[in-house]
């Protein structure tokens, strides 16, 4: 059944009254019953439910559900989709989820049911933000920003671009959204082994050193991209704490400390995963923050050596020289090295180019 959107009408009442009045009604009509309005939200059932009214679900509760995110237009364009990605989406209830009116919006469903909801700006304006580290998860990218549960916005405006020109779009002019919801599965905290991102800060601190050792060993042996999940989490568990903290304070650069470590052991697996460009990346968001790092510049001039930067190798190398002249025998073999590949890839481009002339 097509709904027609027109004004919300003024009210009050919130979203979790009306859903839960509505729900706790007789079962029949509620699923004959296509939409509710609100001030700021309509409500449509697209397929009734066979399992039991969540009502407001407890703390640490895992909820699995698929989404689909459409515009407000007359295409009703799709700008995410979790079953084209093919992985449904989790959240912990009550952990510090970025867009919390899913959690309202989930209450308020049965297991097995999809609805539909509208929701205005107050509710959407953060969506690019969360889309964007869904988008890095599906992609199997960055470490830093690729988790959603969080409740700072510190580094909302880092930078100009979130790397999507939807989002970028959607980010200068926030839209009323279309959610499709379909609860899949409700589980109790006994249920499920609780990931690293639904620890409280006390557990995330203290595993932190236990992952850093994890990653650290199966570095050793070979197994980068395991590694890599490892550095993922103990960096996720740092910044959940840190976004608690007051910037540029003691403890908050206690924690970035810890962070920057693990990132750069991140990049060292990605150095040996071949993805050069991505370590270029990170490397720089910690340079452009603390420019004081040598290993930074170190790992970030081995990256550029190996796409063939020569002069941007040549300079990250001549920093790590400035600031930790103790390395400069790793940096005259890292030299070498540049020298050797350069050599190669001009005698190549000699031999493409020879009879073309």
Known sequence: MDVEICAPPSSSVSISVFLHSFLLSDSSSAVLSPTIIMSWCLYQIIQPAFGSWNQDLPALMKVTFHFRTQLCDDERTVIDDSKVVGTPMEIVIGNMFKLD????????????EVAEFWCDTIHTGIYPLVSKSMRRIAEGKDPVDWQLHTCGMANMMA???????????????????FFVLELIRVQQPTEYNRESWALNDEERLKAVPVLHG?????????????????????????????????????????????????????????????EYYEVIEH???????????????????????EVWNEAEARQDFSRVLDLNPGMKKAVKKELAVLSMRMEEKNQEDKNKYKGMF
């Open 101 to 112: 009116i899913w959690e309202t919006l989930l209450s308020s469903m049965r297991i097995g």
């Open 159 to 177: 930078y100009h671009s979130l790397g999507y020109d939807d989002l970028d779009e959607l980010m200068k002019e926030p839209r009323p959204l």
């Open 214 to 274: 994890q990653g650290n060993k199966l570095y050793k042996q070979g197994r980068y991209q395991e590694a890599t999940q490892k550095y993922k989490e103990a960096i996720i568990c740092i910044k959940n704490v840190q976004t608690k903290e007051k910037a540029w304070d003691v403890p908050w650069l206690k924690l970035e400390k810890m962070a920057n470590t693990l990132t750069l052991n991140y990049c060292q697996c990605l150095l040996r995963m071949e």
């Open 283 to 305: 490397t720089t968001d910690i340079i452009n923050q603390h420019p004081g790092q040598a290993k930074a510049f170190y790992l970030r001039g081995k990256a550029h050596s």
